[in-house]
């Protein structure tokens, strides 16, 4: 796969600007609450299905390598953090986001946009709660109902994720015309 300058110029901008979002952060027992999901969404949004999983794993990648750009900082040892399925969900979260918003053809309505980042966010959902139940349950062994890991995983971030959802679906129908150019032009 070949990307040209602009391609890869706007992936390195989404995936800095993840990197900011997770630094931005407000703890909570297991999981912190970060503007990460808001750059996820944007990226899958404005860059299409390619190129915004595309950024989501350079991030995810970087982190793996030891770069600090995680929330609690990066290197391999990550995988084993109860948080990880959460990245691995951004990375598809951003390609179903982009994906349905392809699929709008110019049609894109704040309604649509917003529904497509709540699939998204179910995504993240999913497989980070899926992933932290798993790991604190049979690797860490800190036994923790299913019940409690949607508590802690997802349920307690409803309100303020769908609150990013709303501004960057607002925000998106604003520039996603003009980012469409950029990227075609």
């Known amino acids: 796969m070949k990307l040209t300058t602009k391609e890869i110029t706007l992936v390195s901008l989404f995936t800095a600007l993840i990197t900011i979002g997770s630094k931005i952060t407000i703890p909570s027992p297991i999981v912190p609450f970060t503007l990460q999901w808001m750059f996820v969404a944007l990226s899958g949004m404005l860059l299409g299905a390619k190129l915004g999983s595309i950024s989501m794993a350079v991030y995810v990648v970087l982190g793996l390598i030891g770069l600090p750009v995680f929330?609690?900082?990066?290197?391999?040892?990550?995988i084993v953090s109860p948080t990880f399925g959460y990245l691995i969900g951004f990375i598809v979260a951003a390609y179903i986001i982009g994906k349905a918003v392809e699929r709008m053809k110019g049609n894109i309505t704040f309604t649509s946009v917003l529904l497509s980042m709540s699939l998204g966010l179910a995504v993240v959902y999913t497989i980070g709660v899926s992933y932290m139940y798993l790991i604190l349950n049979f690797y860490i062994g800190?036994?923790?109902?299913?019940?409690?890991?949607?508590?802690?995983?997802?349920?307690?971030?409803?309100?303020?994720?769908?609150?990013?959802?709303?501004?960057?679906?607002?925000?998106?129908?604003?520039i996603a015309r003009q980012v469409k150019e950029i990227i075609e032009g």
Do not use: N
């Not at 929330?71 to 990550?78: D, E, L, R, V």
């Open 142 to 174: 800190k036994s923790i109902t299913l019940a409690k890991a949607i508590w802690t995983g997802a349920l307690i971030f409803i309100p303020t994720d769908m609150f990013s959802a709303v501004l960057c679906s607002l925000l998106g129908v604003r």
């Open 71 to 78: 929330t609690k900082g990066g290197g391999i040892g990550y």
